[in-house]
């Protein structure tokens, strides 16, 4: 399969649904309206949004009605992003080749920008018209919201933001590194491939099948970010090279070297697509997508 014309057809469904479900600017202050507009549409990949909808297709489920949970991940995504770009974090100037929410709109902006898409998401997921519309049941709908807000908080991403900054500088062992991994950025990953899986009704088995693959490639996509950032491959975005090592973070090729961080991500990618062995043809999509963040470049 092109996996290339699949990730541009997805992203394409994901931005418009995005400019759908977004309030109107003219109801609300016009530089919030602007702030969140500027960082929801900078050129994001949209990997969370499309891992949820291939996970809901590989598991026969049909429709648009992932769109607004898939939708919700990116704006929880965006959230993340923004404030983590701000002095007070990260204090980054750039994020993909743009300057960040924080140096445009300034900083309380930016703050306000990354709490209204935080809230936002969970709107959108709770919608009456919306849970009516594509007859999910309440049960399902509350299960998910809870998944979600879980693996955004305190036991999910907040809980491994918050371990990574308290490591900065220090020599952090193996379990930690892993803790900030699969919280930070691995929690947000599975979880949209759960509600997939869930949305589309996916039997016991089929859901722990793609928790397994979600699991891994969520490590994956933190391990290639180390990497990334090592390599500087991002430069022309605007990210400097080693960023990671001047603050005294641990990553995987701090720990283990360029090659064998390499090697790591590739066996997981492996073992992620090895969970899928029970499905057909329909998780392509899923299978292709292990192997372009291990390839990705940005
Ligand atoms: C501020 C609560 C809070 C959490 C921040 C997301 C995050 C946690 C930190 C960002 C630091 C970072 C670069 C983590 C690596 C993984 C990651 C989230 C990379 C960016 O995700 P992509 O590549 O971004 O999906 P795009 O630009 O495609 O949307």
Redesign the pocket.
């Known amino acids: 399969m092109d996996i290339q014309k699949y990730l541009q057809e997805k992203k394409d469904l994901v931005d418009s649904a995005l400019e759908r479900y977004l309030p109107k600017e003219e109801e609300f202050s016009a530089t919030l309206g602007q702030a969140v507009r500027y960082s929801l549409f900078a050129?994001?990949?949209?990997?969370?949004p499309i891992l949820s909808i291939a996970s809901f297709e590989a598991v026969g489920g049909k429709g648009d009605g992932i769109l607004p949970f898939a939708c919700a991940m990116e704006m929880i995504?965006?959230y993340?992003?923004i404030?983590?770009d701000l002095p007070a974090?990260?204090n980054d100037d750039y994020?993909?080749g743009k300057l960040t929410c924080h140096k445009v709109f300034g900083e309380a902006i930016s703050i306000l920008a990354g709490d209204a898409l935080l809230t936002e998401a969970f709107k959108l997921m709770s919608q009456r018209p919306l849970i009516d519309h594509f007859q999910f049941e309440e049960r399902l709908v509350l299960e998910i919201i809870n998944e979600v807000a879980s693996a955004s908080g305190i036991f999910g991403?907040?809980g491994?933001?918050a371990v990574d900054i308290e490591s900065e500088g220090k020599e952090i062992d193996f379990p930690t590194l892993q803790y900030i991994h699969t919280h930070?950025?691995g929690a947000l990953i599975l979880v949209s491939i759960r509600m997939g899986a869930k949305l589309g009704r996916a039997d016991e088995d089929r859901l722990r099948a793609l928790s397994h693959y979600g699991e891994r490639i969520g490590l994956v996509?933190?391990i290639v970010?180390d990497i990334l950032n090592v390599q500087g491959k991002r430069e022309l975005l605007g990210k400097t090279t080693g960023s990671d090592l001047r603050r005294g973070k641990a990553t995987y090729p701090s720990l283990f070297g360029l090659e064998e961080s390499k090697r790591k991500a590739e066996e997981l990618a492996e073992s992620a697509v090895q969970s899928l062995s029970s499905f057909g043809l329909e998780a392509d999509p899923l299978r292709e997508i292990a192997w372009f963040i291990v390839k990705r470049e940005?």
């Open positions: 050129g994001g990949k949209r990997i969370r995504h965006t993340s992003l404030h983590d974090m990260d994020r993909r991403m907040v491994g933001q930070k950025t996509f933190q970010d940005i």
